[in-house]
């Protein structure tokens, strides 16, 4: 079965620091992997995806991952963190027994980013 | 262009009642999804449906039923609410790319 691990539910960083979320996966086949973004009281809003290509992987908000396939990572990384940064984020990987064309999501447990002043 | 839109925000149930969680999409998108969000767990798939008239069950399918009559709307209904169904409930939907985009949820309590 398909599977993401975010081992850390929390992750303390100060505002313009670098900052880091971590995401481990389990896939058989290639992974098509996902990061999401939840604020506060709202739904979760894509960040961004890998699917093939380069490793670096640029997304919105100035937000890009590393996805490392001798590690079986795809850790979300920012140069500069930004109070603003502060939520909840959610690594998610698609199962590929998604034959209907339907793309089924495993999400991670989430790893909370508190961004500090 | 609204998106994603699920009513109401917020309910409180009785165990043993019924309610219909509603979505709606205005983007014209084949897929449509029920997730249920639990701390510590994560976003659980409740059902989907890739198109008017068809619908599957997901990870979490027991104690929900869904049906999908217009491209537009995807209802939830809890047939006989438990408080186990206390929970967070979040609506997906995507057209023929990777995107998923989700509505702000339905916070649910059963007492």
């Known amino acids: 079965a398909q599977s993401v691990a975010q081992p850390e539910d929390q992750v303390n960083v100060a505002e313009g620091n670098p900052l880091t979320v971590k995401c481990t996966y389990s896939v058989s086949g290639n992974p098509y992997l996902f990061w999401y973004v939840q604020y506060p009281n709202r739904g979760l809003q894509f960040l961004l995806k890998?699917?093939?290509?380069?490793?670096l992987v640029k997304g919105s908000y100035g937000f890009e991952a590393e996805f490392n396939k001798s590690q079986t990572s795809f850790h979300l990384k920012k140069p500069s963190a930004l109070v603003s940064d502060s939520a909840l984020y959610f690594c998610?990987?698609?199962?590929?027994?998604?034959?209907?064309?339907?793309?089924?999501?495993?999400f991670g447990t989430g790893t909370r980013l508190l961004v500090s002043p | 262009n609204a998106g994603v839109t699920q009513t109401p925000k917020f309910q409180v149930l009785k165990t043993g009642q019924s309610m219909t969680l509603q979505c709606a999409q205005d983007?014209?998108?084949?897929?449509m999804s029920w997730y249920r969000q639990d701390p510590g767990m994560g976003l659980r798939l409740i059902h989907y449906s890739v198109g008017a008239g068809i619908t599957d069950q997901g990870e979490v399918p027991n104690g929900y039923n869904v049906s999908r009559s217009t491209t537009e709307d995807f209802p939830l209904r809890l047939l006989s609410a438990a408080p186990s169904q206390t929970s967070v409930y979040f609506c997906?939907?995507?057209?023929?790319?990777?995107?998923?985009?989700f509505g702000p949820g339905t916070r649910l309590t059963v007492l």
């Open positions: 890998y699917i093939t290509g380069d490793n």
């Open positions: 998610a990987v698609r199962d590929p027994g998604s034959y209907t064309g339907f793309q089924k999501l495993v």
């Open positions: 983007m014209n998108h084949e897929y």
């Open positions: 997906a939907s995507r057209g023929q790319g990777d995107t998923q985009y």
